[in-house]
């Protein structure tokens, strides 16, 4: 069964910083792996997607990664801004698409 | 195109009526999914069709809840009778391609209060 995981839950960074979250998966049969992005009361905005063929994706401040092998993604936001500050959330698509419980981001200004 | 359209956005009942969520897909995308959001669980897929057809519903939780897509650009999701445990917020999404290929594209949820 795929189990994905979110580490931290939480995390708090100066205005500036680069930063790195992680996402973890338990089986690497996967077609793909989404990163999203959540505002409070609000849906989910896709920020990049990687094939399971592709290492990472970029857009603009964002960079992610996969390791299908070890079963690990990371979302690296670069200059991070207090508009920035929100809940990142991973799915991973295999025979389920399966999320973790996110990260809630909070920048500080 | 407007995206994934959701309606309501809000919807207060209460225990033991009828709930019905509506979803219209983006237009071409031919699978479409319902999760269910709680701070507890957090994201939970419910079920998915593809090209209308339903595929997998082993997350819909019981026999209260079911769900239809009679046509590419319309599903709807029943909760027949609500109880206070269902308060989450739902979300609709759809894709191009079975199992999410290309990636999902979400709607901005109906947030349900049963009370």
């Known amino acids: 069964k795929q189990e994905v995981t979110q580490i931290p839950a939480a995390l708090s960074v100066p205005e500036g910083e680069n930063l790195v979250l992680n996402c973890s998966f338990t089986d690497s049969a996967i077609y793909n792996l989404q990163w999203f992005r959540q505002d409070p009361g609000k849906g989910l905005t896709s920020l990049l997607l990687?094939?399971?063929?592709?290492r990472e994706q970029t857009s603009g401040r964002l960079n992610a990664s996969l390791d299908k092998s070890s079963g690990r993604s990371t979302l690296y936001i670069a200059a991070s801004q207090p508009g920035d500050s929100a809940t990142y959330l991973c799915?991973?698509?295999?025979?389920?698409?399966?999320f973790g419980k996110g990260t809630r981001l909070h920048i500080l200004p | 195109d407007a995206g994934v359209i959701q309606s309501p956005r809000h919807e207060v009942t209460e225990m033991g009526q009828e709930v019905t969520l509506r979803c219209k897909p983006i237009?071409?995308?031919?699978?479409l999914f319902w999760y269910r959001q709680t701070m507890m669980r957090g994201l939970e897929l419910l079920i998915y069709f593809n090209n209308n057809v339903p595929i997998d519903d082993s997350g819909m939780p019981e026999d209260r809840f079911s769900a239809k897509m009679p046509n590419a650009s319309f599903s709807t999701l029943k909760i027949q009778p609500s109880e206070p445990r269902d308060s989450a917020v739902y979300f609709c999404a759809s894709s191009f391609g079975q199992g999410a290929s290309y990636g999902y594209t979400f709607g901005s949820g109906t947030r349900l209060t049963v009370v």
């Open positions: 799915a991973v698509s295999g025979d389920k698409i399966i």
């Open positions: 990687i094939q399971s063929s592709q």
């Open positions: 237009s071409g995308h031919n699978s």
